[in-house]
């Protein structure tokens, strides 16, 4: 009898662990959406739209990425993916943000 519960204490124990692992890599890519918004930006304000446009293609993927696996497997607290989905949305507005200013920036005159 022992030994089942020394089992289902390590799988609950794995079980944590791997939805610690799990939050701290959807961090670490909504960290980098963020990074690359921030360079996409930058990108603009020097009127390099196809490098902006690369960035935000990158963002896009990593946002639908983490939607597409927020879920699976079901470890992560409903607090944490109700966080993750808010960053996410964040995140989704600041690219629209940009995306209307990579428009903008590409009808400019003082392109190059």
Same mark, same amino acid.
């Given at each position: 009898? =022992?030994?089942?519960?020394?089992? !289902? ?19 670490? =890519?909504?960290?980098?959406? *963020? ?13 390099? *739209?196809?490098?902006?446009? /690369?960035?935000? =293609?990158? *963002?896009?993927?990593? !946002? ?16 944490? /993916? ?10 989704? /507005? ?9 428009? !903008? !920036? ?7």
């Amino acid at each position: 009898m =022992r030994d089942y519960a020394d089992q !289902v204490r390590q799988f609950h124990q794995l079980q944590e662990s791997a939805a610690r692992t799990r939050l701290q890599a959807f961090h670490t =890519r909504l960290s980098l959406a *963020v990074t690359f918004c921030s360079l996409a930006e930058t990108e603009l304000d020097y009127c390099e *739209v196809a490098q902006a446009e /690369k960035l935000l =293609r990158i *963002v896009r993927q990593t !946002v639908q990425f983490i939607r597409n696996h927020l879920n699976n497997p079901p470890y992560l607290s409903s607090e944490d /993916k109700a966080g993750i989905r808010d960053q996410l949305t964040h995140i989704e /507005k600041q690219v629209s943000s940009i995306d209307a200013r990579r428009i !903008v !920036v590409d009808k400019s005159p003082y392109r190059n």
